[in-house]
Nanobody, 125 residues
Framework: EVQLVESGGDSVQAGGSLRLSCTAS????????MGWYRHAPGTDCEFVSI?????TTYYTDSVKGRFTISQDGANLYLHMNSLKPEDTAVYYC?????????????????????WGQGTRVTVSS
């Protein structure tokens, strides 16, 4: 059974840092593209960061220079620095979907692939 479990979400002040973790069971990250997505109330789910099986990484513009995605065996991480209130959302790790016709390509498709239950990040000013 495939399962992804996120952890590390918390409430922090603007400018703070968090490290999100995702632990996989039932499959391996090593030969699979993996990503982080986020969904805030009243907004669309959006791509945050992707790490491809070849190690290539992608970040949505709003987090470039602040967030870092990495993987280590069965664990996927998102290190978030200089957090802003607009980063407030539930963060999910997932196997990503790609649509070359979209602006960033890495689309949010909760019904496709594997998704964790999410971990909530709240950033206050």
């Amino acid at each position: 059974e495939v399962q992804l479990v996120e952890s590390g979400g918390d409430s922090v002040q603007a400018g703070g840092s968090l490290r999100l973790s995702c632990t996989a069971s039932g499959f391996s990250f090593e030969d699979t593209d993996m990503g982080w997505y986020r969904h805030a109330p009243g907004t669309d789910c959006e791509f945050v960061s992707i790490i491809r099986s070849d190690g290539t990484t992608y970040y949505t513009d709003s987090v470039k220079g602040r967030f870092t995605i990495s993987q280590d065996g069965a664990n996927l991480y998102l290190h978030m620095n200089s957090l802003k209130p607009e980063d407030t959302a539930v963060y999910y790790c997932a196997t990503p979907s790609f649509d070359p016709l979209t602006r960033e390509g890495w689309v949010c498709r909760p019904g496709v692939g594997y998704w964790g239950q999410g971990t909530r990040v709240t950033v206050s000013s």
